[in-house]
C-alpha cells in the first residue's frame, strides 16, 4: 500500500516553516525521505528505523512515530534551494521494496 | 566514486515495440532497484537485484522484465511496449536489499531514461 502524504502542495516565503506528513497503513521497517527537482533525479534526505527516531539534516529534520506508523518531514527558515517535490519512501520488513508516496511538491517565493 | 549512470537518457518507441534500458550501479553496490515515475507521480517499485537474483517485484506485468549481471549493473526489458508505459524509468542502487541495511540503506538514483511511446 502506498503512504499518504499530505499536503499535496505548499508554497511558503522564504524564511517560512513547512511540516510534510506521510503515513501508511502497515507496520514499517523504516522510513526514507527523498527530494527532486524538476528534470533531476531523487536525492536522498535521511532514513528513519523503527523504535521512534528523530534525525536533522541542516535546517532539515523528520520524525518517526513507530506506533502511528507516520513520519513528519520538518523544513525550518525555508531556502529557495528547498524548493522541489518531495517524497516519503516506506520499507516493510516482509517485503523486498520501498513504496513512494505521490509526492509534496514544496515552492518556495523570494 | 562513480554515481549511478543510466542510458540511454532519452528512447522514442512506436507501441508494441520491446525496449532494454541499462543502468549502472554506483560502485561497491550489489543492489539495483527499477522505479517508473509518470509525470506528477512519485516513482512506483518495479523490482528489486540482489546479487543476480530477483529479490521483490511490484504490480507490473510479466513484460517488464530484468536482469542484474556479476558486476552488479542491470537491465530492465519491456516487452510489447504500450502508451501507457511512457514515464521515466529510474534505476537505484543500494548496498542492501529493501528490509535490511538499516541506515545504511539509502537509494542512489541515476538521472533516468525518458521512454516514449508512441
Not at chain 1, 528547498?82 to 517485503?95: H, L, V
Not at chain 2, 528512447?11 to 541499462?22: D, F
Not at chain 2, 543476480?52 to 526489458?77: A, I, K, T, V
Amino acid at each position: 500500500q502506498q503512504p499518504v502524504q499530505s499536503p499535496q502542495a505548499v508554497i511558503l516565503r522564504e524564511g517560512e516553516d513547512a511540516v510534510i506528513n506521510c503515513s501508511s497503513s502497515k507496520a514499517l521497517y523504516s522510513v526514507h525521505w527523498y527530494r527532486q527537482k524538476h528534470g533531476e533525479a531523487p536525492v536522498f534526505l535521511m532514513i528513519l528505523l523503527k523504535g521512534g527516531e528523530q534525525k536533522g539534516h541542516e535546517k532539515i529534520s523528520a520524525s518517526f512515530n513507530e506506533k502511528k506508523q507516520q513520519s513528519s518531514l520538518y523544513l525550518t527558515a525555508s531556502q529557495l534551494s528547498y524548493s522541489g517535490t518531495y517524497f516519503c519512501g516506506t520499507e516493510d520488513s516482509s517485503a523486498s521494496k520501498i513504496i513512494f508516496g505521490s509526492g509534496t511538491r514544496l515552492s518556495i517565493r523570494p | 566514486e562513480t554515481g549511478v549512470t543510466q542510458s540511454p537518457t532519452h528512447l522514442i518507441k512506436t507501441r508494441g515495440q520491446q525496449v532494454t534500458l541499462r543502468c549502472s550501479s554506483q560502485s561497491g553496490h550489489n543492489t539495483v532497484s527499477w522505479y517508473q515515475q509518470a509525470l506528477g507521480q512519485g516513482p512506483q517499485f518495479i523490482f528489486q537485484y540482489y546479487r543476480e537474483e530477483e529479490n521483490g517485484r511490484g504490480n507490473f506485468p510479466p513484460r517488464f522484465s530484468g536482469l542484474q549481471f556479476p558486476n552488479y549493473s542491470s537491465e530492465l526489458n519491456v516487452n510489447a511496449l504500450e502508451l501507457d508505459d511512457s514515464a521515466l524509468y529510474l534505476c537505484a542502487s543500494s548496498l542492501y536489499p529493501a528490509g535490511r541495511g538499516g541506515s545504511y540503506n539509502e537509494q542512489f538514483f541515476g538521472p533516468g531514461t525518458r521512454l516514449t511511446v508512441l
